[in-house]
């Protein structure tokens, strides 16, 4: 080997993605340009984060796109070293992946002609609804290859990956490893890769690495593909340096090959955590939280806790009710904090994700996402009383919500956003009235204000509550902008969707919270997973993760009918 190479453990709020920064400030305070260095990391929103960063810290007088550029994710970065040997042309036409719609037909016309069930829409996180065992046949195939193929193994290695994943294809037996290489030969023939694809390519091909000074963020999330191209980049003669950060129990990727392992069995010089005991201290995690978290864990973290006590409940809203005011009481808590930072509602699955948003939502309490698109009860609605007569036509359900909330209280000289104004007329009209009022809208915003005056007149006159009874929107949605004026009337003050954040685990990882309800439900189809050694050391990691995401109060969250997940039991008690 002949880079230099220096590995920093640090345990949740330890500042790993900081102290890269600073490495990169030293990098280039010894008179390394810009051009010769990469930034990686595990996923694209942690590379935009960290461009960001080191774009305000360490090259201010750059170009952002510059700075955006030299971070990248590990896959990113191989597709590029692929693309520059010539060894993939166009990305957007050769990268297919499970779960992306426009790609969804390449995935179908291998499964209609082998006879395999496929489901388009299901993707390869492991937070979705079902367990492994329980996926379509052709869904697990997929799985299974890319899980070969970040791990290194070949199709004939299958049974072990399938035990290793629990996968269901007991169906399949005789025919899996051919269906396999079948699948490779598929992609191929027409010039197709998937995302372990390329980094094998670029592995197979001994490309040579993006920059001689390397950083490599989250490294406990690698696969042992990626880790293999990364010790190949790190041996290479052009390499001077190469710096990585992570912390083996916040490695939650093991569906995808990752193994926290390969972080430790770097031939690095350590900093950070050392094997001695001696850690750094946490910014975020208070004592009594991260004593909680390492409970959950089974032992010590690579972090000390901050000074802060932090708070640590068990709360069993029995309905949506008196979930819905716990949630509030936590909220209160938050603004009380400088950050003012959000609330996180998280669940293991998106099940219960969805569960606890719809909860809330119906209850009168606005919450978002985390990764968009998850939930959308606050954010996007089509227009429509049933679901038989639905327009395209779609508005925000919380712009509605303040619109009517303006409508109420208001008087004709008051003035209304257009964005409002125009969301009561979608909403509240029909037909020609409607395209009269936003033609009448159009031409009042670019005179002046839109007022009030104008929507009463719009409305037929000044409605009161009777505009609900006007609302062309479905029934529940209706009755959930009521529950929420009627619960903002009662405690004063606004809850935004983005002040309440309802989501996964693996959503919020590498993000905090002021105050985090972990909720304990657990899919009773996925219970048997746990007796496995080294998936229960999974989940151990991954509810330690979510624990360690709140910076002032941790509430373990009992709700709904389904099984508490054998490692919270107890815990917070």
Known sequence: MTAELIRWRGGPGAGKSTTLIEYVRSEVDAGTKIGDIVVMTFSRSQAADLASRLHDAVFPDAPAKEVLRLCATIHGMALRACMTAGLIEDPRQQVIQPGDRRKAPIYQAF????????????????????????????????????????????????????????????????SVEDLLRAWAAYKAERGLFEHEDYVRLALDHELPPPAPALFVDEYQDVSPAQNALIEQWINHPDTRRVYVAGDEDQSIYGFRGCDPSLFLSLAAEDRGARPDGSRPTSHRCPARIMETAETILGHPANVSPCSRKGQVHHVRPGNAETLARQVEVAVKYARTKEERQPVFVLSRFRKGAGSLARALSAAGVPCGDIKPGRVRFWTSAR??????????????????KTAIARYLAGCDIDPIPANEAEALALAALVGKKRSAALTDLRIKANQGPVRLGDVYAWTDGRQGDRIFDRLNMRPWLVRQIRACLAREARRGYEITPEMVKVDTIHAAKGLEAAVVLLHTGYLKGRLDDLRMPDRRAEERRVYFVSATRASHALLLLDYGEGPVCPILEGVGA
């Open 383 to 400: 227009i429509g009383r049933s679901r038989d007569s639905l327009e395209p036509t779609t508005i925000s359900p919380w712009t509605l």
């Open 111 to 174: 499964m209609n002609e082998r006879g395999l069930e496929y489901d388009p829409l299901l993707g390869t996180d492991e937070d979705e609804d079902r367990s492994r065992a329980d996926l379509p046949t052709g869904n697990a195939l997929i799985t299974l290859n890319a899980y070969l193929q970040a791990t290194l193994c070949g199709p004939e290695e299958w049974r072990k990956a399938v035990a290793d994943l629990g996968l269901g294809v007991s169906n399949l037996v005789g």
